[in-house]
């Protein structure tokens, strides 16, 4: 039987399991918690920083996907603290960012463009000259515009773990840190397509579909 543990969120009180995340707490309660680098189905790599929330008695706010609930947390996802942490956090990840929006096919279902809206602020302080990234040749499926990559890690994480192959990886660090195929070989995993589904921001768009058609253009079905 599984062990439960009593937390607040946001004022609500709620059962979860002891071995969940305060990401995963929050989403059992109803909260949205923006974040990139998470997925369910993935390992936990808690890079994007998008999730910070204040946890009542932490010294500062925390990864909520990386950090475990204890009996009588409190979770505050809406506190200024939190609303400012995640401000903070958006703007690095927009600060390279490029003003391609218009002609991205992310554009209208990119979780980019929606938490900057939802949790950035009208203007940053960056004023210095954005990086220039080359874009790798992934294969006939996956188009890169790596420029507008976050590292949030899901396409190299998803190859390694679910396609089996480690076909993508990191490289270098910081500002210069780059998302590439290993030894110049395009993708071969017929898992490929899931990579460009995963991808949060337009970084990796499907070759195939390119520039065809608008996001709020196609018809939704059931599959």
Partial sequence: MTELVKVSVDGVEIEVAKTASVLQACEQAN???????????????GNCRMCLVEIEGAPKPVASCA????????????SQIAKDARKSVMEFL?????L????????????LQDF?????QDKGDFN???????NPELGPYIQTFMNRCIHCMR???????????????????????????NSNKPVTSNLSG????????????????????RSWELSKNET
């Fill in 94 to 98: 927009l600060a390279n960012h490029p």
């Fill in 155 to 181: 396409c190299t994480r998803f190859s390694d773990e679910i396609a089996g192959k480690n076909e993508i990886g990191g490289i270098f660090r910081g500002a210069g840190k780059i998302i590439t195929n």
């Fill in 128 to 134: 210095q000259t954005k990086r220039l990234v080359e």
């Fill in 100 to 111: 391609d929006c218009p002609l991205c096919d992310q554009g209208g279902e990119c979780d």
């Fill in 31 to 45: 909260v949205q918690v923006p974040r990139f680098c998470y997925h369910s189905r993935l390992s936990i790599a």
């Fill in 67 to 78: 950090f475990p609930v204890c009996e009588g947390q409190v979770i505050k996802t809406q």
């Fill in 194 to 213: 899931n990579m460009i589904d995963l991808c949060p921001v337009g970084a990796l768009t499907s070759k195939p579909y390119k520039y065809s058609a």
């Fill in 116 to 120: 900057s809206v939802g949790c950035g």
